[in-house]
């Protein structure tokens, strides 16, 4: 989007250049279009609207001022008129405007026989003025003084184009007004976005002290990693976790300020400040999350240990009306996610987080609150931000992949990766091992098969894991000869399913297929 706005402002930047009201229309397209997007976002706020509308005049003032520094700088050609080569003392018709010299000369000067009142042959004197003009023998001087000179018929009084002093300093005047535009521009907008976002959020997340978790959860199992170079660790780093925004910037949210709000189909509205909600009964959860979007084989799938406050017994103390089959949860930057309400109140560790892997959680992943419901997709589940609850019915109101033709339910799919070895790897022949991660939320891994150039398929051995709703590390070894090799993975989970072979794309409800590795081994 950075890149689109960028060239259709240029784009309009040249024409203005030609035609000044195209850059004013343009950029008031450009803020109808901004007013419109954040009345859609936040129609319950009518002064959301006013950044855009300031933003837009001083853009217009803006240009408005480039274009006339522009003017400014804008070159000079005019000579002065040429007196007439015929006689008559008047200027040679063609001889104002840019190259005046020469079409007085070549152009307004007779291309054959003599000029009246003793004027120069087309080969004589004239051709020697023209000559000169071009460069000639002498060297000297302006050229153009050359040809004033020696032309006979009073060319002596030619007055020669001028470039006004003030070029330079008027082109030197436009790059400052540019830079200082620029400057302005970038520092307005860092500042203001800095205050609009929360300033100091930063120091305060730093400076949070996190209460204890009411029963912490043991230490994880010994075995969760089996310490094979290239694969993936069974807990992710905070700075490694997976991300998908929808918004240009990463929302930043002032605890002091944030407020959560639960309402619609319940008999008791709730109502949370950040303090209010640390004092909550908190717990502690190992959930991996997975991206809808994420491809087979694909890394938008990461694993953590979550501390918050479970979302169901907020829904209990709101009391949830029968018919309210959907919770539209929304976050600060306007995003909309439809959950199944069953989902939350059916036991499973659904809750608001406050922190992931022992610190508060970082901005781009939803400080201070953001919801994590195991076993569904992102798009439907893991709210960032999250400012609002509503209970709500999908009959009556969609949430934002909804409305783009996502599904509304998303169970995530049971499914493995291979990560070792790499595609394309090069690696020795004879013995080799092979290993991934193999992940089923809400029912879990039973087992992960792994087979060689569509040969039989050879059982993996599994790592241990806390729970069903994180992802298990697997490997195998097999015994390759030279040559190019394929590799496939399967998973089974408890239930008895194992992933279909069947490929199919992310949208609506998650990818399918198993993932294949081809590698050469030497």
Known sequence: ???????????????????????????????????????????????????VVAGALAGEAALLLLLRRAAEAAPVEQAAPVRDLRGGGGAVPGSEGRGGIRNGLAEGAPQTGTADGGGARQDGSAGAAASAAAGGPSGEGDPRDQAAST??????????????????????????????????????GGIGRYLATGAGVVEKRSALSLPSAAEPLPPLPEGVDLDIAGLSPFSTPNSDFYRIDTALTVPRVDPDQWRLRIHGMVDN?????????LRRRLVETDTTLTCVSNQIG??????????????DDLLREAGVHSGADQILSTSQDGWTCGTPTETVLDGRDAILAIAMHGEPLPLEHGFPVRMVVPGLYGFVSATKWVTDIRLTRFADASAYWAERGWAVRAPIKTMSRID???????????????AGVAWAQQRGIEAVEVRVDEGAWREAELAEVPGIDTWVQWSAEFDLSPGRHTFEVRATDNTGYTQTSRRAEPIPDGATGWHSVQITAE
């Open 151 to 188: 032309a006979p018929g009073g060319l002596q009084g030619l007055q020669q184009p001028e470039r006004p002093d003030g070029d330079r300093a008027s082109r030197r005047r436009f790059l400052i007004t540019s830079a200082g535009v620029l400057a302005v521009a970038a520092g307005s």
């Open 298 to 311: 694909g890394e938008l799938v990461s694993n953590s240990r979550w501390l918050g406050v479970r979302l």
């Open 1 to 51: 989007m950075y890149a689109v706005i960028a060239l259709l402002a240029l784009a309009l930047g040249a024409a203005a250049v030609r035609r000044g009201y195209v850059g004013y229309i343009g950029f008031a397209l450009f803020a109808a279009a901004g007013v419109l997007a954040v009345t859609a976002r936040r129609a319950d706020e009518p002064f959301a609207v006013v950044p």
């Open 420 to 434: 070792v070895p790499g595609p394309l790897e090069q690696v020795q022949a004879g013995a080799a091992t092979v």
């Open 269 to 277: 509205p709730v109502e949370l400040d950040y303090d209010a909600l």
